[in-house]
């Protein structure tokens, strides 16, 4: 099994960005699992299939969903296609939550990540909302990454490349914190720092500045792997 390293945080709070820059510089691979969450959700909206674990995780493995491990790491994949520019579309963000909350989807998705976590040779850093607590408790380094609402909403207003405004900023992190409130109160997986997690508070903070934390904290935590 490859070590793992597990990020995990409230949306928008970096995850993706900073898992992915912790990978290349550890030679490690970046295993997004919420993109895979998204890939399960755009095969819900694409055929259309009503809200049941079953069905989606039915069809979903009929086309098959899939993570492909490439030179630059893990991608999404529905039918053989790469889709990592297809799970970002509005209407898979407007139903990833509902789709993410049903344990038959989990279930899939946790033994995904598992089993493309154990192809890799050296590592992985993967990021969601539940990896240190459910999907690899015994990960030997956790992260919880945190940011102020307002901080969340700049990046992810700047992220979409839409207009930054007062009421635009304050609109997206009222979103936010109401999803947070939603994936902190499901009954299965819910969002929730491990006991044993770090806590990160990346507001104010650069991003090269979070990702060298992290990395330090690699090398305390993986004493015997060469880490530059």
Same mark, same amino acid.
């Given at each position: 099994?490859?070590?793992?390293?597990?990020?995990?945080?409230?949306?928008?709070?970096?995850?993706?960005?900073?898992?992915?820059?912790?990978?290349?510089?550890?030679?490690?691979?970046?295993?997004?699992?919420?993109?895979?969450?998204?890939?399960?959700?755009?095969?819900?909206?694409?055929?259309?299939?009503?809200?049941?674990?079953?069905?989606?995780?039915?069809?979903?493995?009929?086309?098959?969903?899939?993570?492909?491990?490439?030179?630059?790491?893990?991608?999404?994949?529905?039918?053989?296609?790469?889709?990592?520019?297809?799970?970002?579309?509005?209407?898979?963000?407007?139903?990833?939550?509902?789709?993410?909350?049903?344990?038959?989807?989990?279930?899939?998705?946790?033994?995904?990540?598992?089993?493309?976590?154990?192809?890799?040779?050296?590592?992985?850093?993967?990021?969601?909302?539940?990896?240190?607590?459910?999907?690899?408790?015994?990960?030997?380094?956790?992260?919880?990454?945190?940011?102020?609402?307002?901080?969340?909403?700049? !990046?992810?207003?700047?992220?979409?490349? %839409?207009?930054?405004? +007062?009421?635009?900023? /304050? @609109?997206? $992190? #009222?979103? =936010?914190? *109401? !999803?947070?409130?939603?994936?902190?109160? %499901?009954?299965?997986? +819910?969002?929730?720092? /491990? @006991?044993? $997690? #770090?806590? =990160?508070? *990346?507001?104010?903070?650069?991003?090269?500045?979070?990702?060298?934390?992290?990395?330090?904290? /690699?090398?305390? $935590?993986?004493?015997?792997?060469?880490?530059?």
């Amino acid at each position: 099994m490859a070590d793992v390293i597990a990020i995990d945080g409230p949306a928008a709070s970096g995850k993706s960005s900073t898992a992915k820059a912790v990978a290349d510089r550890l030679g490690f691979a970046h295993l997004d699992s919420g993109a895979l969450y998204r890939a399960f959700t755009l095969v819900a909206v694409d055929a259309a299939l009503p809200l049941a674990g079953t069905r989606i995780v039915a069809v979903a493995a009929e086309r098959p969903v899939r993570l492909a491990l490439t030179a630059d790491g893990f991608h999404p994949e529905v039918a053989g296609v790469d889709v990592s520019e297809a799970v970002r579309r509005a209407d898979v963000t407007a139903r990833v939550s509902a789709v993410a909350a049903l344990p038959d989807v989990r279930d899939a998705v946790n033994r995904l990540l598992r089993e493309a976590a154990a192809r890799h040779p050296r590592g992985v850093v993967m990021d969601g909302r539940d990896i240190g607590t459910v999907v690899f408790p015994e990960a030997r380094l956790k992260v919880f990454l945190t940011a102020s609402a307002a901080e969340r909403a700049l !990046r992810r207003l700047l992220q979409e490349s %839409r207009t930054v405004s +007062p009421a635009a900023l /304050a @609109a997206e $992190a #009222v979103r =936010l914190t *109401t !999803r947070d409130a939603a994936d902190a109160g %499901r009954a299965i997986a +819910p969002l929730r720092a /491990a @006991a044993d $997690a #770090v806590p =990160l508070d *990346t507001t104010g903070m650069t991003f090269e500045a979070q990702v060298t934390a992290i990395v330090a904290l /690699a090398r305390k $935590a993986f004493p015997y792997l060469d880490i530059a």
